[in-house]
């Protein structure tokens, strides 16, 4: 008789702990989305996409060096081995990709970039089967299917909109490179985060991007454009680091802690519906069907493929 109130509190706690994380991890994909359209209202000041991806990174530093150090006290001793990991890791998921979207974002439109660049899980599925001889099954070619057949309608309206530019291409081309470079972060990252914590990790991956990202930027950039903007830049810059993606990485690492990767991967669902409507009210981006239905058909793949028991 007394076990039935107890597992009824340790369900209902369970259930709250559930909640919480969905809470987190919507929140995360809320914010995460704002960052095109950040990105978008920075470059109607003359910046090149080096510079306000250091101006990011320098504003986000200080915070996740500032985690490093805390999380780093008492844990375990970093090996050459995961100091390599972090580096090579940290360098493709936070500074490539990263690079290659704010590149690709001076040439097309943000509902566009983000929905090219939510085919991450796919990419993900794909390269893990040829890194790891994993089979690509039936229903992995229909999802591939699904996903594809929504966003081609949304690629071939963007086009009709914008013109099939040189530069349009590339910023497609641009967008589809930075989804394969944070897949594949992803897939390096799993094992050194089970050693390492997710929120460790994070941090240091970040910081041997901010380093890769300022010496690209030493080397291409002149001072002027870190130096020389008006205040409105260092505010775009400031919201890009903390709004855009210190809150969005951790809340999203405490939504895999409660809910798993698979359920965080579906409700990340929400960061390009949430695109969609912030670049519509901030940048008069227009909403068409074809966008809704193209958006519905690539959000249905990547949920079948996160919920996919092989993964």
């Not at 519906?273 to 069907?289: C, G, H, K, R, V």
């Amino acid at each position: 008789m007394s076990k039935g109130p107890c597992r009824a509190m340790t369900e209902a706690s369970l259930g709250t702990d559930r909640n919480f994380g969905v809470a987190l991890a919507a929140l995360g994909a809320v914010l995460f989305s704002t960052k095109a359209v950040l990105v978008k209202l920075a470059y109607a000041y003359p910046l090149t996409p080096e510079a306000l991806l250091s101006l990011r990174m320098l504003f986000a530093m200080p915070v996740y060096l500032a985690v490093a150090a805390y999380l780093s006290r008492s844990a375990v001793r970093l090996s050459a081995r995961d100091l390599l990991g972090i580096g090579a890791f940290g360098l493709v998921g936070y500074y490539a990709a990263s690079l290659l979207d704010f590149a690709a974002l001076v040439r097309i439109s943000v509902d566009l970039e983000r929905l090219v660049l939510y085919t991450y899980p796919l990419i993900v599925v794909l390269l893990s089967a040829l890194a790891f001889g994993r089979p690509i099954t039936r229903n992995d070619v229909l999802v591939f299917g699904v996903a594809y057949l929504g966003l081609a309608p949304v690629l071939l309206d963007d086009r009709a909109r914008a013109g099939a530019t040189p530069a349009w291409v590339d910023g497609v081309l641009l967008v589809l490179l930075s989804a394969i470079a944070y897949a594949v972060y992803l897939i390096g990252s799993q094992k050194i985060i089970g050693r390492l914590g997710a929120k460790r990790y994070t941090a240091l991956a970040m910081l041997a991007a901010t380093g890769g990202t300022l010496l690209h930027f030493s080397l291409t950039g002149p001072a002027s454009q870190l130096l020389e903007q008006p205040a409105v830049v260092y505010g775009y810059g400031f919201a890009l680091a903390i709004f855009s993606t210190v809150l969005p990485s951790f809340l999203t690492s405490e939504g895999i802690a409660r809910i798993s990767a698979a359920n965080t991967a579906i409700i990340g669902a929400l960061g390009p519906i949430a695109t969609m409507f912030i670049s519509w009210l901030l940048l008069d981006e227009a909403i068409t069907a074809i966008q809704l239905t193209g958006t519905a058909l690539v959000l249905l793949g990547v949920r079948a493929a996160s919920r996919s028991p092989s993964r």
